[in-house]
């Protein structure tokens, strides 16, 4: 994750200073309107939209598109909840995708999901790793689908020269603790369709018919919620801009560094990625779970086993298999015209793979040759240790 600093404190001491907090009702642009322009042009998209948070980024990403009841959904198996309850919130469903090795959505298994009732693909760029966008493309336009990118946990990688989150019609970031960014809690919408942007801005601020938006692609307005970010949360943000890329050079160097030391076990083999050159993420594949589960247990820094990070697991989102909603006539299961059921064994080939994967911390904050260091301890028990140069 980001670090947060002394540069951040200092920012956000000036948006204090000012008195001028809330998106809306200070004088002339703001931080979040910087950042806002900002965040397109580094990451080559024409709107940005800012968000308290991934989660409401999702919800309004998903509204701004049109998705709604009876609509079904693709997600992966192998995510945050919030990327399954985010189409429950707009009155859709998800089916869930089994991953493949590259932690990622199986494009087999898209096609095998997609129903006359599917409306929009879901792609998680999980724990950094990419997702296999030309062919999710190939199969949303072949299928007259729109593909809605959860970016969350992939701030500013890249995948074949864009940056994730941009590739689709819609994509959606998170800025928590745990991100590549971080300013606690936000989000941000991002997208090249002017519809889609004056959509997701009605939909994030129930006042926006109040606040004078003179570009609305002639879009009736409609009730929406309250997902605005802060002014202080817009400090942070062009703080932590600064320090992405930058950020992201560092993992790719110890991603090449620590993988050339780890690619000679014999016991254990380096995940796939659908961009090995831009990688940014590390994980290895066991033969067997015992295997992840004790190479796990015996490096317990910077390494788990992902089956054992529970929330990400789709077996342990019981309010979705529950099929449970604040309120039985709002609950949009009902509103399906086919029933959706879920079961434990659904996905079993990603249950199979998390079981046998460890994800290994790149160290961003850290030098390399500690990581270096690390990297040749975790290999230690399957031959010698390599002697790898630190020239990336």
Same mark, same amino acid.
């Given at each position: 994750?980001?670090?947060?600093?002394?540069?951040?404190?200092?920012?956000?001491?000036?948006?204090?200073?000012?008195?001028?907090?809330?998106?809306?009702?200070?004088?002339?642009?703001?931080?979040?309107?910087?950042?806002?322009?900002?965040?397109?042009?580094?990451?080559?998209?024409?709107?940005?939209?800012?968000?308290?948070?991934?989660?409401?980024?999702?919800?309004?990403?998903?509204?701004?598109?049109?998705?709604?009841?009876?609509?079904?959904?693709?997600?992966?198996?192998?995510?945050?909840?919030?990327?399954?309850?985010?189409?429950?919130?707009?009155?859709?469903?998800?089916?869930?995708?089994?991953?493949?090795?590259?932690?990622?959505?199986?494009?087999?298994?898209?096609?095998?999901?997609?129903?006359? &009732?599917?409306?929009?693909?879901?792609?998680?760029?999980?724990?950094?790793?990419?997702?296999?966008?030309?062919?999710?493309?190939?199969?949303?336009?072949?299928?007259?689908?729109?593909?809605?990118?959860?970016?969350?946990?992939?701030?500013?990688?890249?995948?074949?020269?864009?940056?994730?989150?941009?590739?689709?019609?819609?994509?959606?970031?998170?800025?928590?603790?745990?991100?590549?960014?971080?300013?606690?809690?936000?989000?941000?919408?991002?997208?090249?369709?002017?519809?889609?942007?004056?959509?997701?801005?009605?939909?994030?601020?129930?006042?926006?018919?109040?606040?004078?938006?003179?570009?609305?692609?002639?879009?009736?307005?409609?009730?929406?919620?309250?997902?605005?970010?802060?002014?202080?949360?817009?400090?942070?943000?062009?703080?932590?801009?600064?320090?992405?890329?930058?950020?992201?050079?560092?993992?790719?160097?110890?991603?090449?560094?620590?993988?050339?030391?780890?690619?000679?076990?014999?016991?254990? &083999?380096?995940?796939?990625?659908?961009?090995?050159?831009?990688?940014?993420?590390?994980?290895?594949?066991?033969?067997?779970?015992?295997?992840?589960?004790?190479?796990?247990?015996?490096?317990?820094?910077?390494?788990?086993?992902?089956?054992?990070?529970?929330?990400?697991?789709?077996?342990?989102?019981?309010?979705?298999?529950?099929?449970?909603?604040?309120?039985?006539?709002?609950?949009?299961?009902?509103?399906?015209?086919?029933?959706?059921?879920?079961?434990?064994?659904?996905?079993?080939?990603?249950?199979?793979?998390?079981?046998?994967?460890?994800?290994?911390?790149?160290?961003?904050?850290?030098?390399?040759?500690?990581?270096?260091?690390?990297?040749?301890?975790?290999?230690?028990?399957?031959?010698?240790?390599?002697?790898?140069?630190?020239?990336?």
């Amino acid at each position: 994750m980001a670090r947060v600093g002394l540069r951040e404190w200092l920012a956000v001491g000036r948006v204090i200073a000012t008195g001028h907090l809330a998106r809306y009702g200070g004088v002339g642009d703001g931080p979040l309107t910087r950042f806002e322009a900002a965040y397109s042009q580094k990451f080559g998209v024409k709107h940005t939209l800012a968000t308290s948070s991934g989660t409401g980024a999702l919800i309004s990403a998903l509204a701004a598109a049109g998705i709604g009841p009876g609509d079904e959904v693709l997600v992966p198996a192998y995510t945050w909840i919030a990327t399954a309850a985010a189409p429950l919130a707009v009155g859709a469903v998800p089916v869930l995708v089994d991953i493949d090795e590259t932690l990622t959505m199986d494009p087999a298994d898209i096609l095998r999901k997609i129903t006359p &009732r599917t409306r929009a693909i879901l792609p998680v760029h999980m724990a950094n790793m990419v997702c296999d966008m030309d062919r999710i493309m190939e199969i949303a336009r072949e299928h007259g689908l729109l593909v809605i990118e959860d970016a969350c946990q992939a701030v500013g990688v890249s995948y074949k020269g864009r940056r994730v989150g941009t590739i689709g019609d819609v994509g959606a970031y998170s800025f928590n603790q745990f991100k590549n960014i971080n300013v606690g809690e936000g989000g941000a919408v991002v997208t090249n369709d002017d519809r889609y942007y004056a959509r997701a801005r009605m939909y994030h601020d129930v006042g926006a018919i109040f606040r004078g938006h003179l570009d609305n692609e002639n879009e009736p307005h409609f009730f929406g919620v309250n997902y605005k970010a802060s002014q202080i949360q817009g400090a942070m943000l062009n703080v932590q801009l600064a320090k992405l890329d930058p950020m992201l050079a560092r993992m790719r160097a110890r991603y090449r560094v620590m993988t050339r030391i780890l690619e000679g076990s014999q016991t254990f &083999r380096i995940g796939p990625h659908n961009d090995a050159g831009n990688a940014v993420g590390l994980h290895v594949i066991f033969d067997t779970a015992q295997e992840a589960a004790g190479f796990a247990a015996g490096h317990k820094r910077g390494v788990y086993r992902l089956y054992d990070s529970s929330r990400h697991v789709y077996t342990n989102w019981l309010p979705v298999l529950e099929q449970r909603a604040p309120h039985p006539r709002m609950n949009p299961f009902a509103w399906t015209s086919t029933r959706v059921e879920y079961t434990p064994d659904m996905c079993a080939r990603t249950l199979d793979i998390l079981q046998r994967t460890c994800r290994i911390s790149l160290g961003e904050n850290y030098p390399l040759p500690l990581m270096a260091f690390l990297a040749r301890r975790m290999a230690s028990g399957n031959g010698p240790a390599r002697q790898v140069s630190y020239a990336v």
